[in-house]
C-alpha cells in the first residue's frame, strides 16, 4: 500500500510539472530555443551618389565583393576545397594552407567579378560567404577632390549582430558636411542556425532591408570646372 501511494504521489509530481512547462514556460523555453540558435547579419546601405548641376556623376560608390571561408565547415566537406580553388583561380595548396577550423570567418578573396560569385553560388558551395561592400570612386580624379572630400571606412559592429561590416564615413568637404544624408541606413537579415552555425534557410526570419543613402545635387557644372 505504501509503495502504491509513493508511486501515485511521484507520477502526480511529474505530471504537474510536465503541465507546468506546457502551459507555464512553453513559450519562455521557445523563446530561449529560438534566440539561442538565432544571429544577425548586417545589410549594408549604399551610399548615395554626388552629382553636378547637370546631374553628371562627381562621386559614387562602386560594389566590392570578398570571399570569406568557414575553416570548420570546409573541414567538414573537403571535396569542396578544389572546386573552390578552381572557381576563385588559385591553388588547392594555397587554399589548403588557409583554411582554419578556428577560424570561421577568414578572407581569401576579394574584388571579385559578379560572374565569379554566380557560379560559387551555383555550386552551392557551404564552406564560403559572400561580404559585400563597396569602394568610392571618383570618375574625374582630383579635379574636384577639394570640394568632394574623400571617405573613410570604418568597422561597425550593429547591437546584437556578431560580426562587423565596412561603412564608408566622410572625412572632409561634402562627403563629410553631407554624410548624414549619403551614408544611409544599414538593414538586418535575421538568420536561423543548426549547433555547428550553418544557416538553416528555410527558417530565415523576416529581414529589416537597409535604406540606401540619398544623392546630393551640387551646384557645380563639371564641364566648366574642368576648363577652369
Partial sequence: ?????????????????????QLVKQESYRAE????????????AQRGSILDVS???????????????????????PKELPLLASILGVSAEWLKGQADPENRYQKIAEGISVETEAKL?????????FERKTVRNYPNGSETSQILGYVNLQEITP???????????????????????LRGVAGERRIIHDA??????????????????????LTVDQGIQHVV
Avoid at 546631374?55 to 566537406?77: C, H, T
Avoid at 553560388?121 to 560567404?129: G, P, V, W
Fill in 1 to 21: 500500500m505504501g509503495l502504491t501511494l509513493l508511486f501515485a504521489f511521484f507520477f502526480t509530481v511529474v505530471s504537474c510539472k510536465l503541465i507546468w512547462i
Fill in 33 to 44: 530555443a529560438i534566440r539561442s540558435h538565432t544571429r544577425g547579419e548586417p545589410v549594408a
Fill in 55 to 77: 546631374g553628371r556623376v562627381l562621386a559614387q560608390s562602386m560594389p566590392w565583393i570578398e570571399v570569406r571561408l568557414d575553416g570548420k565547415i570546409l573541414a567538414q566537406e
Fill in 121 to 129: 553560388r551555383a555550386n552551392k558551395i557551404r564552406s564560403i560567404r
Fill in 159 to 181: 547591437a546584437g549582430m556578431e560580426r562587423p561590416f565596412a561603412l564608408e564615413v566622410g572625412e572632409a568637404g561634402v562627403e563629410k558636411s553631407m554624410d548624414r544624408y
Fill in 196 to 217: 555547428i552555425r550553418r544557416e538553416i534557410p528555410y527558417f530565415r526570419l523576416s529581414d529589416r532591408p537597409a535604406r540606401d543613402g540619398y544623392h546630393v545635387v
